[in-house]
């Protein structure tokens, strides 16, 4: 741990320490100040052993994992291990040891701890470099058959909601394509960066947001807003970043909402585990990677988004209660939410919206969803057939397709958009056999791709990806999809990154 820097700090490392905070907030420390949900979790134990049991498949097949399945990373399994609960079960339900426990702990801690942030145009890898990764490297301590089982207990606690994923009924689940909600919730797509607020059906306002780094992916899955927190505190984790960062905050000691070293903002709401809605964010990190599994604002769009959840949770929070808040930064106030207001986390990479748009997101966290099977899906929702569509239309889809079937790197995700289509192409033309062969090969050679970026990270040092390279998003227009489907965003926050500020919020966001 570094010693306290001489006071005359050059201008310039004191602001690049401030821009890699305000990328950092979300660490295992959210679980310190976030309400105790211990009880919560452990009612998920029966749930998780059951999807754990049945998770029992072969290492071979890794690398194809279905789009549906949330990607674990070491990173994740790090945070995980920050509920105290989460190893007690490992060690109850897969029959593990205290050593083993152990064990998995500090491989994932090694992880989460080797991952640097401060080059802002470094680029790591992917999320399936690191879900792969995690599986070897979990496979070195309990074996590959309980690494499997370890990875879907992780899956399933990671993407469940603070009650157990059984408790959120079908229709919140988004098994529809697009489905468009008809109660009160929040909605946030991870590939489209957007955030919506629902109520009672209606589309009330759309936000652009930050979203989890690759080797952070957001997860999916239905979670809960129950209180707010304005003028969090934040703890600075035991972590290379911290120390090499500056000396002005020192590990495991609070750092006040006030201070300018604080990254999460004027507010902060926990969703489950350690992730957060919150603020700290500068304008040009929204519709970017921002965050360690979290969902990130600029501060005045966090304070006006609490405001939103506050209303939709029967909290009597007045903008006056606000001002009041902020008037000693330096003190945190939780405000309970009577009803707690659902909040949904989608991986949607076609969707298509009410303005007769066919959205096409890029992969970013390399799940294959960006396939014909999965646009033919999305179209027959909606009642549009992808056969009846024109040929150029056609053409436009399947162009798109390819070019967003890309990680957040630019290469190409696991199931490349490509398949469906070059299948019936290899029937028509007698080569079904050799189509095969190909995907066969890519397929095998993803293991190989893994292990070599695994490596050169280990030999170079890694760093979190922050940046999507190269386009994020293709639209394309279809008339027949005009009154159906998602709602198109709602207010210009969506448009505009929220940078319409206060004079004030202005001068502070240029200080930073």
Not at 141 to 158: E, N, P
Not at 170 to 186: L, Y
Request: proline fraction near 5%; include cysteine.
């Amino acid at each position: 741990m570094t010693t306290l820097q001489r006071a005359t700090l050059a201008v310039a490392a004191a602001l690049s320490f401030l821009i890699t905070l305000s990328l950092a907030g979300c660490t295992n420390a959210p679980v310190t100040n976030a309400p105790t949900t211990n009880a919560n979790a452990a009612n998920m134990n029966a749930t998780n052993t059951n999807a754990a049991s049945a998770a029992n498949v072969n290492a071979s097949s890794a690398v194809n994992t279905s789009a549906s399945e949330q990607p674990v990373t070491l990173a994740v399994l790090d945070a995980l291990f920050a509920d105290e609960s989460f190893g007690r079960d490992l060690k109850s339900k897969l029959q593990l040891s205290d050593d083993q426990i152990a064990q998995l702990h500090k491989v994932a801690a090694e992880e989460r701890n080797g991952l640097r942030e401060s080059d802002a145009n470094a680029q790591s890898g992917s999320t399936r470099d690191a879900t792969e990764r995690a599986r070897q490297r979990i496979g070195t301590v309990v074996g590959a058959d309980k690494a499997d089982q370890v990875i879907a207990f992780a899956r399933d606690r990671w993407s469940g909601d603070e009650g157990g994923p059984s408790s959120a009924p079908a229709s919140a689940t988004a098994n529809k394509s697009n489905e468009v909600p008809t109660d009160t919730r929040i909605v946030v797509n991870a590939p489209a960066f957007r955030m919506d607020i629902f109520e009672q059906g209606r589309l009330v306002k759309s936000y652009k947001v930050g979203i989890g780094y690759p080797e952070f992916p957001l997860p999916a899955g239905m979670r809960k807003a129950d209180q707010i927190i304005y003028n969090p505190e934040w703890t600075p984790p035991d972590e290379p970043w911290v120390e090499s960062g500056s000396s002005k905050v020192k590990v495991g000691e609070k750092v006040a909402s006030g201070s300018k070293l604080n990254p999460l903002g004027p507010v902060k709401i926990p969703i489950g585990l350690p992730s957060l809605i919150h603020g700290g964010k500068q304008p040009s990190r929204l519709g970017e990677f921002a965050s360690h599994g979290c969902v990130g604002l600029t501060n005045d769009l966090s304070l006006e988004v609490a405001r939103e959840i506050a209303r939709l949770g029967g909290a009597n929070v007045s903008d006056e209660d606000v001002k009041n808040y902020q008037q000693d930064k330096t003190k945190p106030k939780s405000v309970k939410l009577p009803q707690p207001v659902r909040v949904e986390l989608r991986y949607e990479t076609i969707v298509a919206t009410d303005d007769g748009k066919l959205h096409i997101y890029r992969d970013v966290y390399d799940r294959g969803t960006n396939t014909e099977e999965n646009l033919r899906k999305v179209l027959d929702a909606h009642g549009v057939s992808f056969d009846q569509l024109s040929d150029q239309q056609r053409a436009q889809l399947t162009d798109a397709l390819k070019q967003m079937a890309r990680d957040a790197l630019g290469h190409p995700a696991e199931g490349d958009g490509t398949e469906s289509m070059n299948a019936s192409a290899s029937n028509k033309n007698g080569n079904a056999s050799n189509a095969s062969a190909n995907a066969s090969n890519k397929n095998s050679n993803a293991s190989n791709k893994s292990d070599k970026n695994a490596n050169k990270a280990d030999a170079q040092g890694a760093h979190v990806t922050r940046n999507v390279k190269g386009q994020k998003e293709i639209v394309v227009e279809i008339e027949a999809l005009r009154g159906k489907g998602y709602p198109a965003p709602v207010g210009d926050a969506f448009s505009t990154n929220g940078q319409k500020q206060t004079a004030t919020a202005a001068k502070k966001e240029n200080r930073r």
